[in-house]
């Protein structure tokens, strides 16, 4: 089966790809346009904004998600503006970091809003995938992207970025997600 994934990004095709190996499940990229206005107030929201921009030009099976990271004691910041905290993403762990100075309580967590639009356009399946953890005092690693340097992995001692990328794709938010996906195609 042949879902359109809801990205312009090829990595995250791959990448998705990877966590379903062996599931039957193939994502593609969508046709040309896809060009969606992300402007929903939570991850669900913007998931479904995606998805349903991709079946617009698609007409095809559709997932999309929506992800960041969540810290506690910033209120939930940065939220559904993970990508957009600032210009780079160097300066987005800055200032992470800058905001978490003298803070005790560093619990965070990323989260992952998935939703699978099917070929009537309907919202078919929506769910979310969380991966808990904490906020470090400093960068380590070199894997993943993003605020992986920085967010230590609930249960251990390493960041994101010191998994390998075999071993994030078995225990991310968007992993956590994708297997519900998949579990409820497989029912279904």
Known sequence: MK????????????????MVAGSGV???LPPAGFDPVEDGETFEE???IKAIEAWKISKNWTLADDSGLCIKALGGKPGIY?????????????????EMQGIK???????????????????????????KGKISDKPAGKNGFGYDPIFLVEGGNKTMAEYSEYE???ISHRFHALR???E???KN
């Open 46 to 48: 913007n998931s479904k």
């Open 105 to 131: 309580n560093r619990d965070a967590e990323f989260v992952c809003a998935m939703t699978l639009i099917n070929p009537k356009g309907e919202v078919e399946f929506a769910c979310k995938g969380v991966c």
């Open 82 to 98: 993970s990508a957009r905290y600032a210009e780079t993403p160097q300066k987005r762990i800055e200032r992470v970091l800058k």
């Open 184 to 186: 409820y195609l497989k």
């Open 26 to 28: 193939e994502f593609i």
């Open 168 to 170: 994030k794709n078995h």
């Open 180 to 182: 519900q996906v998949i």
């Open 3 to 18: 879902i359109v994934l809801a990205t312009s990004n090829e990595h995250k095709v791959q990448e998705i790809n990877d």
